[in-house]
């Protein structure tokens, strides 16, 4: 029988009656390690195929490298790839073969379904030969199920006569489970799963390796995400090798997941009627009221409860677990003044949730906007009757103090800027920087500064400067500015 050439290459012989049944050499010492193949798979941890080839190797002759045998022939070597025992390519070399030519290629005719033994043999100059070690490679060109379309999916018998509900997912563990029908299963297999409106194979939705339990689970999530409608199932399979199924028979499963109905929200007492709503926190330093209100309809122990004030990071959240009181309509949370200043100027988001056996469900949620305070107003122990007398100021400076604020007793990571504003003999403006992002103990009061005398000579005389402070409840991120206190200077 005669074979074409496998490859073409400069200094090269092929034999064309090189394929040919040899001696059973199997208790032979093998001479050469066993030729490798790039791409074969990875054997799958639950068994299977042994060194499967993907189908994607198999459009064209099959590369098989091999290692080098000798550095200095003393003249022509021939290289043989023997496929089941039987040389089925060959090439010869006058002298060494070049490092990029130590491959052979294995024809695309020999590529049938089953496991076939590779190898290649070495013939010297002188006539003698050695054979490599044999490697087991698989070819699977056969489709699962084939010819036949796999059946259609088995779905729980409530989900195909009630559909796919939110109260099914509540009890399932927010999850579909259903059985592959019975098939020729190997390890590896991968089912391609698709919802659609009509069973075209189009849409993919769910990809899953089949295990020998031959279930799939589809996410409760995902299915919800999708929206709500009758979808015609079907599936593909696909093995490890990369050949498909047919498309599987279609089965209808309508999808009702209802939007949940969520626990009228939580509110804030002191704050302004409606949701959103609004805060004025000047006259709450004592921190506010959650209000969670009770259902006959729903009844449940307050030690599952738990209010959440979400605000700016965690120096303006809370979770409150304990109520400060009740009656027959409601609990009363109290949230800590701490919390409030890091949200000035901006919204709370609160909310609170319910725990059964782990799983919390959540209430509506309500928006609060917090305000802003005023803040105080910095003083000036030399100043009197609106003026600052420069001869009066002590040499080390100016008697510099901001009194108590709102909040201040109550909150941590606080800062303050205080500084000097004015212009000089020159009418240019001036500024002066006597505290900059300055932490502040909640319990220093008031704070206390110097301002230099020298920066105070800076100042126009008979023209008014202003003395200005400003603090942070959020670490320095934002900042409220208190009231100015503006002197004229005079000698």
């Not at 084939?146 to 409530?158: A, D, G, R, T, Y």
């Not at 599952?304 to 949370?333: K, R």
């Not at 402070?469 to 100015?484: I, K, L, P, R």
């Amino acid at each position: 029988m005669k074979f074409p050439l496998i490859s073409e290459c400069t200094g090269m012989t092929q034999n064309p009656e090189a394929a040919h049944p040899l001696p059973d050499t199997s208790d032979e010492p093998k001479n050469y390690p066993a030729p490798t193949v790039e791409g074969i798979l990875p054997d799958h941890p639950d068994g299977g195929q042994k060194n499967l080839l993907p189908i994607t190797l198999l459009v064209a002759p099959l590369r098989v490298d091999v290692a080098r045998w000798s550095d200095d022939p003393a003249g022509r070597e021939i290289l043989q790839l023997l496929w089941n025992g039987v040389v089925v390519a060959e090439k010869a070399w006058p002298g060494a073969a070049p490092e990029e030519d130590l491959f052979i290629e294995l024809p695309v005719r020999y590529f049938t379904e089953g496991e076939h033994e590779l190898a290649y043999r070495v013939i010297n100059w002188q006539g003698n030969s050695g054979d490599s070690e044999p490697v087991t490679l698989t070819i699977d060109i056969t489709p699962p199920k084939f010819p036949l379309p796999p059946e259609k999916l088995e779905f729980p018998i409530e989900v195909e006569l009630g559909g796919i509900t939110r109260r099914y997912l509540q009890y399932h563990e927010n999850q579909v489970v259903v059985t592959v029908p019975l098939y020729d299963f190997q390890p590896g297999d991968t089912l391609l799963c698709y919802w659609e409106e009509s069973p075209l194979g189009d849409e993919l939705f769910h990809e899953e390796e089949v295990t020998e339990q031959h279930e799939i689970t589809f996410d409760g999530t995902r299915i919800e995400d999708l929206g709500n409608a009758t979808y015609a199932i079907t599936y593909v399979l696909r093995d490890r090798a990369g050949n498909l199924s047919k498309l599987s028979s279609s089965v209808p499963i309508r999808v009702d997941i209802e939007a949940p109905v969520l626990r009228e929200h939580p509110w804030v007492v002191e704050a302004e009627p409606g949701n959103p709503s609004s805060l004025d926190p000047t006259n709450y330093s004592g921190g506010v009221r959650v209000r969670v209100p009770k259902d006959p309809k729903d009844p449940f122990d307050v030690a599952q409860l738990s209010v959440h004030w979400e605000g700016y990071d965690e120096n303006g959240s809370h979770i409150g677990i304990t109520p400060e009181a009740e009656d027959e309509t409601h609990w009363d949370f109290r949230i800590p003044a701490s919390v409030i200043p890091a949200n000035f100027k901006r919204e709370v988001t609160l909310f609170y949730s319910v725990d059964y056996d782990g799983e919390p469900e959540i209430s509506d949620t309500y928006t609060l906007a917090v305000g802003t305070i005023k803040g105080t107003k910095v003083a000036c122990l030399q100043s009197g009757g609106g003026q600052l007398r420069l001869s009066s100021v002590p040499a080390d400076g100016a008697d510099i103090r901001v009194p108590a604020w709102l909040y201040k007793a109550h909150t941590e990571n606080m800062r303050i800027n205080l500084w000097m504003s004015g212009i000089d003999s020159n009418n240019a403006n001036i500024r002066f920087e006597i505290l900059d992002g300055w932490p502040v103990d909640r319990n220093n009061d008031p704070v206390t500064a110097k301002l230099p005398k020298e920066e105070i000579s800076r100042l126009k005389f008979n023209a008014t400067f202003s003395l200005g402070a400003s603090v942070s409840f959020d670490g320095g991120n934002s900042w409220v500015t208190f009231e100015f206190l503006d002197l004229n200077l005079v000698p």
